[in-house]
C-alpha cells in the first residue's frame, strides 16, 4: 500500500529555513512526479514545487524553495528559505504528479508556521 509520511514542518520565524521530507512507502519516488503542495485556511490548495523531468516551482516559491529528491532513500525534500508569514500552511506531499496537476496520492501534510 501506496503512503508517504512528510516531516520537518514547525515554527520558524520570517526569515528562517525549514527541509521538509516526504518518505514513501510501498511504492517509489524513481520516474515518478512529486509535488510539494501548501494549503491554508480559506486559500485553494496551491503547488508549490514539482519534479517531473525537471524542477518547476511557483512565482512565489522561485527562488526560494528547492525540491530534491534521494531515491537511495525513497525521500522527496523541500528546503524553504527566506520563509515569509505568507508561507504559514500545511505542506503536502503529492506522488504521481505532473507539472499542472496532481497525483493520486497524498501525505497527510506537515504543517509550517512563520511568525510575523
Known amino acids: 500500500q501506496v503512503q508517504l509520511a512528510e516531516a520537518g514542518g514547525g515554527l520558524v520565524q520570517t526569515g528562517g529555513s525549514l527541509n521538509l521530507s516526504c518518505t514513501a512507502s510501498?511504492?517509489?519516488?524513481?520516474?515518478?512526479?512529486m509535488a510539494w503542495y501548501r494549503q491554508a485556511p480559506g486559500k485553494e490548495r496551491e503547488m508549490v514545487a514539482v519534479m517531473t523531468r525537471t524542477a518547476r516551482y511557483a512565482e512565489s516559491a522561485k527562488g526560494r524553495f528547492t525540491i530534491s529528491k534521494d531515491s537511495a532513500k525513497n525521500t522527496v525534500y523541500l528546503q524553504m528559505n527566506s520563509l515569509k508569514p505568507d508561507d504559514t500552511a500545511l505542506y503536502l506531499c503529492?506522488?504521481?504528479?505532473?507539472?499542472?496537476?496532481?497525483?493520486?496520492?497524498w501525505g497527510q501534510g506537515t504543517q509550517v508556521t512563520v511568525s510575523s
Open positions: 510501498g511504492t517509489t519516488v524513481l520516474n515518478t512526479g
Open positions: 503529492n506522488l504521481g504528479a505532473t507539472a499542472g496537476s496532481a497525483g493520486p496520492y
